[in-house]
């Protein structure tokens, strides 16, 4: 967690929102695997009777992208703080 602001979270949400909306069609063309398991997840959270999400392959390539950049980001803030 930040210890003065939230604002390097806010900017990775903002990052990875315009990155995966850019990048999930490249994904699905070129990680079709795993492109696959993230269908399978999406679909397993759109079955919980609360939740109500897309599982088409641009969703499935979006979580990828998210995952992917957020994780990046994270690391490279915790590593810089160090």
């Known amino acids: 967690m930040p ?3 939230p604002g390097s979270h806010v900017l990775s949400a903002v990052v990875a929102l ?5 990048l999930s069609k490249y994904v699905s063309e070129l990680l ?4 696959e398991v993230s ?4 679909v397993y959270v759109d079955a919980l009777p609360v ?3 897309p599982t088409d392959s641009n969703a499935a ?3 990828i992208v ?7 980001w994270e690391v ?4 810089r703080k160090s």
């Open 3 to 5: 210890t003065k602001g």
């Open 18 to 22: 315009f990155a995966s909306s850019t």
């Open 32 to 35: 079709p695997p795993v492109e």
């Open 39 to 42: 269908r399978a997840v999406l």
């Open 51 to 53: 939740v109500t999400l």
């Open 61 to 63: 390539g979006a979580l």
């Open 66 to 72: 998210i995952l992917g950049v957020t994780v990046l």
């Open 76 to 79: 490279a803030h915790v590593a």
